[in-house]
């Protein structure tokens, strides 16, 4: 498994951007897809975006595409989330997940390693 560090949250108006990133130990980085979830107070954790091994396939929920976008430095085994036009319901804690299983699901039980996440707050 991966230790995944997550950066980059913090507050923000409604309209602006943060980059998440999130850095992995390990030398197979690349045999991992990589994702983001997030979870706000009172509610389960929902998908955000994915992406594949080699960063040639990406997915996103239907509430962040055209907003956010996920992607990967293999050299550097980072994983990073540009997120811009933020709205106040994006605010919530960010999860970093990796996983080695082919194939790529919106469920965070098809995820085994995960970071500790970071605080991400828009105010309107």
């Known amino acids: 498994q991966l230790v995944l560090v997550e950066s980059g949250g913090g507050s923000v108006q409604a309209g602006g951007s943060l980059r998440l990133s999130c850095a992995a130990s390990g030398r197979t980085f690349s045999s991992y897809k990589m994702a983001w979830f997030r979870q706000a107070p009172g509610k389960e954790r929902e998908f955000v975006a994915a992406?594949?091994?080699?960063?040639?396939?990406?997915y996103y929920a239907d509430s962040v595409k055209g907003r956010f976008t996920i992607s990967r430095d293999n050299a550097k085994n980072t994983v990073y989330l540009q997120m811009n036009s933020l709205k106040p319901e994006d605010t919530a804690v960010y999860y970093c997940?990796?996983?080695?299983?082919?194939?790529?699901?919106?469920?965070?039980?098809?995820?085994?390693?995960w970071g500790q996440g970071t605080q991400v707050t828009v105010s309107s």
């Open positions: 992406i594949r091994r080699s960063g040639s396939g990406t």
């Open positions: 997940a990796a996983d080695m299983a082919v194939g790529v699901r919106a469920d965070p039980a098809d995820f085994g390693s």
